[in-house]
């Protein structure tokens, strides 16, 4: 008699461990669909697009074909040049994003929770938020130069605004029938922004940062234009004034898998921090 509660029990393990493996197992094969499924377009894209130029619809001195694009990045990475200019332009964005997107946190936080700074800081961060971003170059450069510092403080400034928007929006659209709940049981105001603010404002935020890394791809591209001799966007110019449309379109290609890659380890990011969601996600 004494057995057979064992050996249930041992069952019952085997047979819920049997489970998680399939589960995970199944979680990887939907990974991987997704990952097939998202190449299956580009890859019909660059199929027709090699196919428009061999049969003359394209002018190949003005639009490579992807073969042509591919040849020169194999080049370019022998040399070690295509490297160094992917380090470079990594250094900036990550660099730019940590400082905008720390500065972002810090003061969306306090404009969504106080109501006092809201009114003192708001009105003027939403005036230099409409600033073009070209309009900051001259000043920049003025003010630090034509070096690191000048394109790290414009990427900077590009990753802020979205930051600091969608956080404090985030926090100023917190229910109030939750802070209600939790002024009720008592918690203090640290508890309060850690059990109530900060898990009802991470979704949108996490959303601001995507858009803001994003945004700091684009201004990248602006802060390397200008007074840059390495990084992705000066391989840019530097095609286009040496009459290289190869040059060109695959520093183009490379800023778009480059920045798809860094947006996905934001997504990642998001996801395990927001793995107690229970979200709706569509099935077809």
Do not use: C
């Not at 003010?143 to 510092?149: D, P, R, S």
């Amino acid at each position: 008699m004494n057995g057979h509660p064992k050996n249930f029990n041992s069952n019952s393990t085997d047979r819920s461990l049997q489970s998680m493996a399939v589960s995970q197992r199944q979680r990887l094969q939907k990974s991987r669909l997704v990952w097939v499924r998202g190449l299956i377009l580009p890859t019909l894209l660059l199929i027709l697009w090699e196919i428009l130029v061999r049969v003359g619809v394209f002018p190949s001195n003005l639009l490579p074909a992807p073969s042509t694009i591919v040849f020169t990045l194999l080049d370019l990475a022998i040399s070690g040049e295509l490297f160094h200019h992917i380090v470079i332009t990594l250094y900036r964005i990550f660099l730019g994003f940590f400082i905008g997107s720390a500065l972002a946190t810090i003061l969306g936080s306090l404009t969504g929770y106080s109501r006092s700074i809201h009114q003192l800081l708001d009105p003027l961060l939403q005036a230099l938020r409409n600033i073009p971003s070209l309009a900051w170059v001259p000043l920049f450069v003025l003010w630090m130069g034509i070096y690191e510092t000048s394109k790290i403080a414009l990427i900077a400034v590009g990753v802020f605004f979205p930051v600091y928007l969608s956080l404090m929006s985030a926090v100023q659209g917190v229910d109030r029938k939750l802070v209600e709940v939790g002024k009720v049981y008592r918690l203090n105001g640290l508890q309060l922004i850690r059990r109530v603010f900060l898990p009802a404002a991470l979704p949108e935020y996490i959303v601001g940062l995507r858009s803001g890394l994003g945004l700091g791809w684009m201004f990248v591209v602006a802060a390397e234009i200008i007074g840059a001799n390495q990084g992705l966007g000066f391989l840019l110019t530097d095609g286009e004034t040496t009459g290289r449309p190869d040059v060109v379109i695959a520093s183009i290609l490379l800023f778009a898998v480059l920045g798809k890659l860094t947006d996905m380890g934001l997504v990642v990011i998001g996801k395990r921090l927001l793995k107690w969601q229970d979200t709706y996600t569509s099935r077809k």
